[in-house]
């Protein structure tokens, strides 16, 4: 079986940073795309990020500029680097991961249990 497990969540004041890992951990045979999402207290989920296996990234528009996103393919983990946190930041971050438990073209996604995030005074 297949998990991620994310770490970093914490409470940080406005304008401070927090750097949030996720690793895959289980049997599998390749990682494609890997992202971090977000769901605040009454809304909806909403992207982060995302990052390619090759390094490419896409970001919220929202984030860009305080957010980082990046990757080890060698330790089958995706970061998460913040900075100049804002109290509208706070939420659950949760990780998402394509997964190919065996060699083909077949990917599953699959979800962290999520991390919180609060910014606060």
């Known amino acids: 079986q297949v998990q991620l497990v994310e770490s970093g969540g914490g409470l940080v004041q406005p304008g401070g940073s927090l750097r949030l890992s996720c690793t895959a951990s289980g049997s599998f045979f390749s990682i494609a795309d890997m992202g971090w999402y977000r769901q605040a207290p009454g809304k909806q989920r909403e992207l982060v990020a995302t990052?390619?296996?090759?390094?490419?990234?896409n970001y919220a528009d929202s984030m860009k500029g305080r957010f980082t996103i990046s990757r080890d393919n060698a330790k089958n983990t995706v970061y998460l680097q913040m900075n100049n946190l804002k109290p509208e930041d706070t939420a659950v971050y949760s990780c998402n991961a394509a997964i190919a438990r065996a060699n083909g073209p077949v990917f599953v996604s699959v979800w962290g249990q999520g991390t919180q995030v609060t910014v606060s005074s």
């Open positions: 990052i390619t296996s090759d390094g490419t990234s």
